[in-house]
């Protein structure tokens, strides 16, 4: 035999709907307990050494108790316990260790007056009635505990077992009156077995025609419920039918109006391709028309490439002889008038190097031409004019452009100036035509 602190193996538990009896003193109530606002009662994992099994006191605890009978369990609530709402009394296997293994529940009753005085309290007796239905089966140790709506221990009873007593627990003394009772109350009970199986048997009889029936009937109750079905699926399927039969009619109507539609838009389409066809052939009419003009064009625009041709080759032969025509008259004139020229530049007389242009690489002149060619090439200018003539003709040197005769001196010194390049080392003078003799001649003075 173990006692609740000692550990052992864990019972099953059995929380479920339960229907209880209590009554308060000799007086029992039955009452339902499952009316709570939970099914499962409160519990908690507080272990045995927190709990206080001395508030609650149960009583008249059997050592066994009869399987297949109900078991009352009365208990008596001290002093210091004050009951509340969500209360209850559980059956525990031996060597429980938390709340949360109970094997079976009963809510706990509230006394009918919890305003009383709590001495008076403890003085009455209260009751609670477990069903056999929700008792152990088996031969353990097991006892009841008292919980309250926190899941803590108040009071808990000493061990009993579900088990019938044996020859050993009880000693039975009979009298030969009482045998004969006995064997009388065997022997009726013997008939009305008798009775009662041959009842059982009738009554099984039933219950197989009943079950045959009730088979029956529930395949009847599953035909009827599926042909219930498949005519709602039919009349669904009916229902939509409709719908798409007339939104056929419908698309029909619409198809109909579409094709009268269509047969004037072939209509109207024929009767454009007849008028495109005719203007088509007016096109290809007139496109040949055009292709003839084309070729005329073509044949015209020949001849005037063939003419401009020619004339290009004669302006070719113009202009050559244009050009020989002026080096004919560049060569007949005297290198002296070039000299008097040149005489006359200011920057001449002061010890310029202009005279020292010929170093650069400049051609010569054949026939004695001069180095910067006509200054005095002007149209209809008398080739055997005078130094009257030179005085009032000016021509570049360097770009042959002609100044007329009233241009200033400065103005016309300044345009042949700006076509010369002068060197800051040495004062020497270079064409701008020849940029890179001169930058040639520039870098040598700074290597030197």
């Not at 099953?12 to 009452?31: I, K, M, Q, W, Y």
């Not at 509340?84 to 006394?111: C, S």
């Not at 020989?324 to 004139?333: A, I, W, Y």
């Amino acid at each position: 035999m173990t006692w609740a602190g000692e550990t052992e193996p864990q019972g099953p538990t059995r929380p479920g709907l339960l229907r209880l009896h209590c009554s308060t003193g000799a007086e029992l109530s039955e009452t339902s307990t499952m009316d709570k606002t939970s099914d499962e009662p409160p519990t908690s994992a507080v272990l045995l050494d927190n709990c206080h099994f001395s508030q609650v006191v149960f009583n008249n605890v059997e050592k066994f108790y009869v399987p297949g009978g109900d078991v009352t369990c009365q208990y008596t609530l001290t002093q210091n316990m004050v009951p509340r709402g969500k209360d209850w009394v559980g059956i525990f296997r031996v060597g429980w260790k938390t709340t949360r293994e109970y094997y079976t529940f009963m809510w706990a009753p509230l006394p009918s007056d919890t305003h009383s005085d709590t001495r008076s309290d403890a003085t009455v007796q209260h009751q609670i009635q477990f069903k056999a239905y929700y008792l152990p089966k088996d031969d353990e140790y097991y006892q009841f505990c008292y919980v309250d709506q926190d899941g803590v221990v108040r009071g808990a009873s000493v061990p009993f077992q579900f088990r019938a007593e044996t020859e050993d627990d009880i000693l039975v003394v009979t009298t030969q009156g009482e045998v004969e009772e006995l064997e009388l109350q065997n022997k009726n009970l013997r008939e009305e077995n008798e009775g009662l199986k041959a009842s059982r048997a009738s009554l099984q009889q039933q219950n197989i025609d009943l079950q045959e029936e009730l088979k029956k009937t529930r395949e009847l109750q599953k035909n009827v419920e599926s042909l219930r079905s498949n005519t709602e699926k039919l009349e669904l399927e009916l229902n939509s039918l409709k719908k798409e039969n007339k939104h056929l009619k419908e698309q029909d109507d619409c198809r109909g109006a579409e094709l009268h539609q269509l047969k004037e838009q072939i209509q109207n389409v024929s009767s454009d391709k007849e008028h495109l066809a005719s203007r088509l052939r007016a096109a290809l009419e007139h496109m040949d028309q055009l292709q003839s003009q084309v070729l005329n064009y073509e044949k015209e625009v020949e001849n005037l490439s063939r003419m401009n041709h020619d004339k290009t080759e004669q302006l070719e032969s113009l202009k050559e002889e244009n050009r020989r025509l002026r080096m004919t008259r560049t060569q007949e004139k005297p290198r002296d008038e070039n000299d008097a020229l040149l005489r006359r530049l200011p920057w001449a007389g002061e010890g310029s190097s202009f005279s020292g242009v010929p170093q650069a690489p400049v051609p010569a002149l054949e026939g004695g031409g001069l180095l910067f060619g006509n200054p005095y090439c002007a149209a209809g200018a008398n080739l055997g004019a005078g130094a009257a003539d030179v005085a009032s003709l000016r021509q570049c040197p360097m770009c042959n452009e002609v100044f007329p005769e009233d241009t200033e001196t400065s103005q016309y010194e300044a345009h042949v100036q700006s076509h010369l390049l002068q060197c800051p080392h040495c004062s020497q003078t270079f064409d701008k035509s020849n940029k890179q003799v001169f930058d040639d001649h520039v870098l040598c003075h700074g290597l030197e």
